[in-house]
């Protein structure tokens, strides 16, 4: 059976009407499963993790996203992660017996209908991507929902779908495929956040780092503590325990402590094969955050 994973992120992390509505409008749609949604207030930014049959998804993401752009005011949001729009990212996975072909379809299919509809530029990164300096995902957000106005004025970025205007409340949205992704930060005891950063560039692959790693430090003001936050683009490239054990060496060399670490949104199984939570810090940690604990098929 092909499945497809959607994992979009929205730019709301302190509203929990706004993320219930949207959860609603992703629930009603028969065939889909809501299977995750991680709200955080100092990145001011939610992750919901769904997935079904290829049009189940296609409308589940059309219903939620939509949701999120009728909801969301990018002309009032702060927060401490990158984002260029109130749906800041909207990336299809294929698992069961789906290809990357497959979500592909679903990606581009999306993105054409959603910004067409609500009139937003669209850009395709991943697998998606039309253009090979959009890709990256990090390039496509490059400058952020603050510079979305002068990057449209630029034609190297004029957007793959939807229109190519500025829209001050819903911003633009990067619509991609990929293959699963790990959403991992790492909790530090201090307030130091220059010494998150040193960490996240010594250990991101773009600073000459760990390969399929992604890093920034931020401070978290709800908190008063630094945090690493990470996506592991590849985790059988460079497994979990690989990238924890980098950073808290990182760490020690800085007279620093790792307090815990977390999950954003879901895992495969695979990526904790000889780990447990204890050997992470991992707060929060239970069987219902593997993907395989919802869906049979699901990471194989």
Not at 262 to 274: N, S, T
């Amino acid at each position: 059976m092909k499945i497809i994973e959607c994992v979009p992120n929205f730019s709301e992390g302190c509203d929990s009407r706004k993320l219930e509505a949207i959860a609603h409008a992703i629930s009603a749609i028969s065939g889909v499963k809501l299977l995750d949604m991680h709200m955080d207030a100092d990145h001011n930014r939610s992750v919901f993790t769904f997935l079904g049959a290829p049009n189940a998804v296609f409308e589940a993401a059309m219903a939620g996203c939509g949701k999120a752009v009728e909801l969301i005011d990018m002309r009032t949001h702060k927060g401490i992660h990158p984002r260029i729009g109130a749906v800041d990212v909207a990336p299809f996975i294929p698992m069961g017996d789906a290809q990357m072909k497959d979500a592909v379809a679903v990606a581009q299919r999306f993105g054409c209908a959603f910004g067409e509809r609500y009139r937003l530029p669209v850009y395709f990164y991943g697998e998606a991507a039309l253009q090979s300096n959009r890709r990256e995902l990090p390039e496509v957000r490059r400058g952020g929902y603050e510079g979305l106005s002068r990057k449209l004025c630029d034609p190297r970025w004029t957007p793959d779908a939807g229109h190519a205007v500025f829209n001050e409340k819903s911003g633009a949205v990067a619509v991609g495929a990929r293959l699963p992704l790990i959403a991992f930060n790492i909790n530090l005891n201090t307030d130091d956040v220059g010494v998150a950063k040193d960490i996240a560039s010594a250990i991101r692959q773009s600073g000459g780092g760990l390969p399929c790693v992604r890093a920034m430090g931020v401070y978290l003001k709800s908190r008063r503590i630094a945090q690493v936050s990470m996506n592991l683009t590849d985790y059988q490239v460079t497994p979990v325990r690989v990238v924890y054990e980098r950073a808290q060496e990182l760490a020690k060399q800085r007279h620093v402590d790792i307090l815990e670490s977390e999950l954003v949104g879901l895992i495969p199984r695979k990526a904790m094969e000889g780990l447990t939570d204890k050997d992470l810090k991992l707060s929060g940690f239970s069987e219902q955050k593997f993907l395989e604990s919802y869906f049979p098929l699901a990471g194989q």
